[in-house]
């Protein structure tokens, strides 16, 4: 197995709080990525990063901002959670951006927001 | 429209039974990926194509990508086989996900 940790596993907070979850790599991969999985849709990507310092926005950006100072480390925030923001979140690591590099999974963080 | 539609939504079969789940998608891709998901969350990646026919064990993945179309398929399935399948295609930068085929095996 990939060695990727989240944390935390889960996580309740009220609306208008603050949220850090965190993705923690020991493979020394180049590409990171936050997703969030909601009933009745796939894997959605929030943001992703090519490289310390450099990240870029997914398809649901909104309300999340990321940061990446060290390579194994990759942060999401929400400044101030909404209900809209509850969800299941996986970070993913890969070596590139395509093909051939699988991306492998982390364990998830389910986050409720009340 | 979903870039990525799978079917069924769901799928129960009886313990022996032949599987098939179907993913189709219309963006261009460099590969797709079938991936699974059981209960408690963690996702694996079971298969990576972009042509042809792929096995692994009792699992066969296909690819058509002139139909821009693929099918898992599970031989003499068994109740552990029972996950959230999903199938997701990747472009040059990233992937996009169908919304995942729940099969339970009863045994």
Known sequence: DAGITQSPRHKVTETGTPV??????TENHRYMYWYRQDPGHGLRLIHYSYGVKDTDKGEV??????SRSKTEDFLLTL????????????????EGPGQPYEQYF????????? | KNEVEQSPQNLTAQEGEFITINCSYSVGISALHW??????GGIVSLFMLSSGKKKHGRLIATINIQEKHSSLHITASHPRD???YICAVRGN?????GAGTRLTVKP
């Open chain 1, 20 to 25: 850090t979850l965190r993705c923690h790599q």
């Open chain 2, 35 to 40: 991936l699974q998901q059981h209960p408690g």
């Open chain 2, 82 to 84: 029972s996950a959230v």
């Open chain 1, 106 to 114: 982390g364990p998830g963080t389910r986050l409720t927001v009340t």
């Open chain 1, 61 to 66: 950006s909104d309300g999340y901002s990321v």
């Open chain 1, 79 to 94: 400044e101030s959670a909404t209900s809209s923001q509850t969800s299941v979140y996986f970070c993913a690591i890969s």
């Open chain 2, 93 to 97: 930068n990233d992937m996009r996900f």
